[in-house]
């Protein structure tokens, strides 16, 4: 087996009943402004922002159970990670090789960094020079 390789979560992925709504408060409110649109910015499917959310249109969505789709995990080595995750029966999801379902159905998508990418975000400290 190869070496372990290492990850972060990169986004998470939740439904939402007015996807405009959510796009205007985390933009206005946390700053997480655009990164990338499925469908059109003025008819959104999914919209993704910068920080790590992952905002999926669902108009008769009432929740709150249900509400998490997935979590999104950049990683330094793809083909490590499936092969580590393989020997714990994890199921591959149709979306493609990097989508699996872990026993309990939480579902990852597991998505090739950058070189380097992974090492770089793990070494920031956010938290660095805070008191508690």
Request: glycine residues 10%.
């Amino acid at each position: 087996m190869s070496a372990r390789p290492t990850g972060y979560v990169e986004h998470v992925a939740i439904l939402v009943a007015d996807i405009h709504w959510h796009i205007r408060f985390f933009e206005d409110v946390l700053n997480m402004t655009f990164r990338e649109v499925q469908g059109t910015l003025e008819e959104p499917e999914q919209y993704w922002t910068l920080g790590g959310m992952q905002l999926r249109a669902a108009p008769d969505f009432k929740g709150p159970e249900g509400r998490f789709l997935h979590l999104g995990i950049m990683v330094d080595d793809l083909d490590a990670a499936l092969e580590r995750a393989a020997a714990y029966g994890v199921t591959t999801l149709p979306h493609g090789r990097n989508w699996i379902l872990l026993p309990d159905n939480l579902e990852l998508e597991l998505i090739q960094a950058a070189p380097g990418a992974v090492a770089a975000v793990r070494a920031v400290d956010p938290r660095l020079g805070m008191d508690g």
